[in-house]
């Protein structure tokens, strides 16, 4: 099946450094990536739509110089938080989407495993 | 926001119960989805149900859909420990933007 590698899994960073997070599509090429935030016992909140080749799209109240995106490859997008502050610290999901799959703008997505950040 | 809310919020039954898990939507749908979350993880999908269906199942999970209510069921037969999870509904919105958006979620508790 589909296999979304999220990395790293957990990270502790000192408030004001920056953290990058990788996600990688391992066996299918992804043109869109999402990226959400999850805080404890909630539920996923959709923070931006990843494309390769072109700029992400933020959702409303997500600053787009805090959490920067990067997609420049069909099966790897980043997230880099800038200047990290105790407030960042949540769980972080990507997930992507199968270009192969018939239809797939309403296709189920590809999970990867989630990056526990905590800023100290 | 989000676009379902789910009831229960948290769900504790013995091992060989049955579970049962509603989520609401808000917009008119293409389909609707059913996700599980085991604690600390990503997410796995479960099963999709279109919009012009009415029930569908996958091994030991029922999924209904009302699109008149706007509402969907998730239902775990003879469950086991293992099925110890978060379960959240997730759907596309109408406006086609492609973004999955995903309702406010289950927690089941499966007691050995």
């Known amino acids: 099946g589909a296999v979304v590698s999220q990395h790293p899994s957990r990270v502790i960073c000192k408030s004001g450094t920056s953290v990058k997070i990788e996600c990688r599509s391992l066996?299918?090429?992804?043109?869109?990536m999402f990226w959400y935030r999850q805080f404890p016992k909630q539920s996923l909140m959709l923070m931006a739509t990843?494309?390769?080749?072109?700029?992400?799209?933020?959702e409303q109240g997500v600053e787009k110089d805090k959490f920067l995106i990067n997609h420049a490859s069909l099966t790897l997008s980043t997230l880099t938080v800038t200047s990290a502050h105790p407030e960042d610290s949540s769980f972080y999901i990507c997930s992507a989407r199968d270009n192969a799959v018939y239809s797939s703008y309403n296709s189920p997505l590809h999970f990867g495993n989630g990056t526990r950040l905590t800023v100290t | 926001s989000q676009q379902g809310e789910e009831d229960p919020q948290a769900l504790s039954i013995q091992e060989g119960e049955n579970a049962t898990m509603n989520c609401s939507y808000k917009t008119s749908i293409n389909n609707l989805q059913w996700y599980r979350q085991n604690s600390g993880r990503g997410l796995v999908h479960l099963i999709l149900?279109?919009?012009?269906?009415r029930e569908k199942h996958s091994g030991r999970l029922r999924v209904t859909l009302d699109t008149s209510k706007k509402s969907s069921s998730l239902l775990i037969t003879a469950s086991r420990a293992a099925d110890t999870a978060s379960y959240f509904c997730?759907?596309?919105?109408?406006?086609?933007?492609?973004?999955?958006?995903f309702g406010q979620g289950t927690t089941l508790q499966v007691k050995p």
């Open positions: 149900i279109r919009s012009n269906e």
């Open positions: 997730a759907t596309y919105g109408s406006s086609n933007t492609g973004k999955l958006i």
């Open positions: 990843s494309n390769e080749g072109s700029k992400a799209t933020y």
């Open positions: 066996d299918f090429q992804a043109t869109t």
